[in-house]
């Protein structure tokens, strides 16, 4: 079992900046995954960004060029740096975890089974 704990979200103009950060405990037993998702209000969860072991990344169409994310293996702590954001970007936003998973650019999220309890992120116009 992974424990994630979210932080960095907070209030922010558009076109501003934020960057959140998951810190992770536990013990993966194979190549893992893990993901920063999405939950508007009345909306969907939808994954954002999800990077695995060997740094392979996936990043959902309506941020690609805005947001990166990445991780630091000797922290256990992942990252998701988020610029140009837009009104539409307001979220709580949730790490995910999970083992024996990679990552294949271009073919979606995976399914996760660890969350962390999240950030809110809100963008006002």
């Known amino acids: 079992q992974v424990q994630l704990v979210e932080s960095g979200g907070g209030s922010v103009q558009a076109g501003g900046a934020l960057r959140l950060s998951c810190a992770a405990s536990g013990y993966f037993y194979s190549g893992y995954c893990m993901g920063w998702f999405r939950q508007a209000p009345g909306k969907e969860r939808e994954g954002v960004a999800a990077?695995?072991?060997?740094?392979?990344?996936e990043y959902a169409d309506s941020v690609k060029g805005r947001f990166t994310i990445s991780q630091d293996s000797a922290k256990n702590t992942l990252y998701l740096q988020m610029n140009s954001l837009k009104p539409e970007d307001t979220a709580m936003y949730y790490c995910?975890?999970?083992?024996?998973?990679?990552?294949?650019?271009?073919?979606?999220?995976?399914?996760?089974?660890?969350w962390g309890q999240g950030t809110r992120v809100t963008v006002s116009s």
């Open positions: 995910a975890a999970e083992d024996f998973c990679t990552v294949v650019t271009g073919t979606g999220f995976s399914v996760y089974n660890n």
């Open positions: 990077i695995d072991r060997d740094g392979t990344t």
